[in-house]
């Protein structure tokens, strides 16, 4: 019986998830010199037109001379053609034929001359489109918080692996650049620089609650039913899908139909730092402890096997303290107690961590070696899971415990009901 879901034309709205600010890419990067044949050009499709994208991904895929952005799409027809006029101005007469805009990401994912796709609506809006384009033998970049629920992200890991596709996380604190202090911090803590690690505070957002906004008339060009996706069915508001070009970040990530606040926004990218620091890609926490006061947004904490506390705080950046010294994050800079901790090189034998060219061209690089990218699907599955256990505890105030190995609560079979939410027709998820 054909999936009700692949009956009808879907598709999703724009993102702009995380606060990274936009990669500025200079005039030379359009290409002085000449550019690669056709034939050696990855092809991409561009999914999600908001702010991140326009700001970010689109700017940044433009300046390849070894790319070309051949087909964009969002359910907002202003943002897909202002996406169109941007790539078919780069390109001018190089292209044979102009960008193509799409309306449905079903339609960018039928066409077999398309390499790959760059994810980057709403956090509701990640897990089918991801899991399809792997299907379609496209590799994906998407943007973070990768999953809406922790079921969504274990059925990306499964469709990756099991279509083998090059898929990259959005989160680019991984990557250098500007923020070079970040992987700088995690070799430091990596090679012992602090001694043990006792205890991380993580200073982010809170929790996202349920959406009471009222009813707006409809912004023209917007196919509403499904910028709403597997969501309840409610009203319009331009907080959710800003009118025209957005001017500021959209606010769906505040309420719990679409997203997991400022805990999950910012929170995937710094608790991606965390488990990287801690050497835990492949693993997690194995208890959450929400705060005594259930009305409180700050203060759930994580344990994980060696003993180490993770804490979401509300003080800003992070804080890693360890029994030899401590070091502090943020965007801006690198704090070390003492102040000398990083001053002498590591040596012969430590912990070297992957360097990366930049987070689009370490996906670039990597689809054509075939490697993993820096942050690869599990690694981004695995810290919006974090998000995701501390949202449950807050919203349900339950301690729990978690197996992060086969990705369940242990021993509770009501948290467990938890693990992913009931869906509106016809976006179930599809199998992989």
Known sequence: MPNPYLNRRRFLESAAAALAAPIIVPGTAFG???????SERLTVGMIGLGMQADGY???TLLGFDDVRVVAVCDVDTNRRRHAKRRVDGRYGAEASAGCAEYGDFREVLARAD???VLIATPDHWHAIPVIEACKAGKD????????????????MIEAVRKHGR??????????????????????????????????????VGGPSDWCDLPEEPMEPGLDWDCWLGQTPLRPYNSIL??????????????????SGGGFSDIGAHEFDIVQWALGMDGSGPVEIIPPEDPATKSGVKFLYADGTEVIHGDRGGLVFEGTDGKITLNRAEMRCEPENLAEEPLGHGAVRLEQSPGHHRNWIECIRSRKRPICDVEIGVRSVTICHLGNLAYWNH???????QNWQFVDDAEANTWLDRPRRDPWQLPEA
Not at 172 to 201: D, M, T, W
Not at 242 to 253: C, E, L, T, V
Not at 398 to 404: C, H, K, M
């Open 32 to 38: 002085d010199k000449k550019s690669p044949p056709p």
């Open 241 to 258: 899908s800003p009118r025209g070009m957005p001017k500021n970040w959209p606010m769906w990530r505040l309420y719990r139909e679409f």
């Open 114 to 116: 398309i390499d790959a």
């Open 57 to 59: 991904h689109v700017t």
């Open 140 to 155: 994906v970049y998407c943007e973070k918080p990768l999953s809406l629920t922790i079921h969504e992200g274990v059925r």
């Open 166 to 203: 090059v898929f990259q996380t959005g989160s680019q604190l991984r990557s250098g650049g500007e923020f070079a202090h970040y992987p700088k911090a995690c070799e430091l803590i990596r090679n012992g620089r602090i001694g043990k690690v006792k205890r991380v505070y993580v200073n």
């Open 398 to 404: 339950r301690r729990l415990r978690w197996d992060p």
